[in-house]
């Protein structure tokens, strides 16, 4: 059982591991060169300060979770300093991360390369949840060198953040997130980079189809530009091979009289290509949400009076959106709960007076 845990980089991935480790009863210590997001972090309840106690004797493991490019020095400091028996990394990229660890002195017995395949198009500790993880897969790397007590424990630290360890080398890892995530982000980018060009009526009309083949697109390009330099040639070749499917399909409906069964390959491949992921016959374990439309008035205090009212109640809003068009007299808030605390909820507001539409 994994005691304590140190989290070097307190952004979205990090602040997240600790929490789901903290929700499993282990200690949590947190550094960050970013105080802002280091305050954060603790102020989320993620942990305490690195330093800020008395001195401790060396953590079960240590989380690396920074950028790409900063991982090899963070962990050759970590290892100086004897912050944890055991290191891994968050990283998005293993082989590039693995091979310059080694090249800049890391011990790399103690170390061993990880993925978590859960993430979010939004960076930094406010975006972190505890269940991220969740029911998600987590690749593990080990090099040839990693002492097997490792492994164990970077598996237990994976399984205390409720995800399922995959076991597999840094290159065949590369070559599977190319496929599964990188490249996808890069063709999200790229149909997200269109809509640059339209009207804002058009924009207008977007529905969930766009919403839902966009929303990695939102993530933050500095990072991808990193995770995409580091995975060049595997995510180059999926880009290419998804190319063609394109520039067959455009060919094909320019053509004096379209060819359907260029378009029709495409489509029907696509569809036995999307059976074919995971997760999508109920095997997420991930809590299931609901949300409750809630319309408020355009007056002071107005949220105020609703969540007051929410808390009444003692239901954990999970999330809020707000949406109001300036002019109109109420605004829309949208309460994210558990589905199955909706209807309690909906039925207390509603007998407080709110006008609720869930
Ligand atoms: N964003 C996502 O959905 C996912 C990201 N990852 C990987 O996790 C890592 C972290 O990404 P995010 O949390 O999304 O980014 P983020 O931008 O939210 O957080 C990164 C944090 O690392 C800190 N940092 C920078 N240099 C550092 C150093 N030398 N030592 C310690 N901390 C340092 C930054 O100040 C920042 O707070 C990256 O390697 C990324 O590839 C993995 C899975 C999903
Ligand atoms: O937003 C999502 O659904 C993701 O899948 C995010 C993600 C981004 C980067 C990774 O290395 C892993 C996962």
């Not at 890391?106 to 269940?131: F, Q």
């Not at 489509?267 to 809630?294: D, M, N």
């Not at 309690?344 to 609720?356: C, N």
Request: glycine share 10%; aromatic share 4%.
């Amino acid at each position: 059982m994994l005691r304590n845990a140190v989290v070097l980089g307190t952004g979205l991935i990090g602040t997240s591991i600790a929490l789901a480790l903290r929700e499993n009863g282990v200690e949590v210590a947190l550094a960050d060169p970013d105080p802002a997001s280091l305050r954060m972090a603790h102020e989320l309840g993620a942990g305490e300060v690195l330093g800020s106690g008395a001195p401790t004797p060396p953590a079960d493991v240590a989380v690396i979770a920074a950028p790409p490019s900063a991982v090899p020095t963070a962990l050759r400091e970590a290892q100086g300093r004897g912050l944890a028996q055991v290191y891994t990394d968050a990283a998005s990229v293993k082989d590039s991360v693995a091979v310059r660890a080694e090249q800049h002195g890391c011990d790399m017995s103690t170390y061993v390369p990880g993925h978590p395949m859960g993430g979010r198009e939004k960076n930094g500790p406010s975006a972190a949840r505890a269940d991220l993880f969740l029911g998600r897969p987590w690749a593990l790397c080990p090099t040839g060198k990693a002492d097997p007590g490792a492994v164990t424990t970077v598996t237990e630290l994976v399984r205390a953040c409720g995800a399922e360890p995959h076991m597999l080398t840094a290159a065949a890892h590369d070559r599977a997130v190319a496929l599964v995530s990188h490249a996808p982000h890069v063709v999200s980018s790229a149909v997200a980079a269109r809509m640059l060009t339209g009207e804002e009526e058009a924009l207008a009309l977007a529905g969930q189809g766009v919403r839902d083949v966009t929303r990695v697109a939102g993530g933050d390009p500095e990072l991808w530009w990193e995770i995409l330099r580091n995975n060049p040639r595997p995510v180059a070749a999926v880009l290419e091979e998804t190319a063609t499917d394109l520039a067959r399909a455009a060919r094909a409906l320019n053509a004096a009289d379209p060819d359907r069964e260029a378009v029709w390959g495409v489509l029907e491949r696509g569809a036995r290509g999307h059976e074919r992921i995971p997760g999508k016959h109920g095997v997420r374990q991930e809590p299931e949400y609901a949300v409750l439309p809630v319309v408020i008035p355009d007056e002071p205090n107005a949220l105020g009076r609703l969540f007051a009212a929410v808390g009444e109640v003692g239901v954990n809003v999970e999330d809020v959106r707000i949406d109001h068009s300036p002019g109109l007299p109420v605004g829309v808030a949208q309460l994210w709960v558990l589905g199955t605390e909706l209807p309690r909820l909906s039925e207390a507001l509603a007998a407080h007076g709110w006008s609720v539409h869930g």
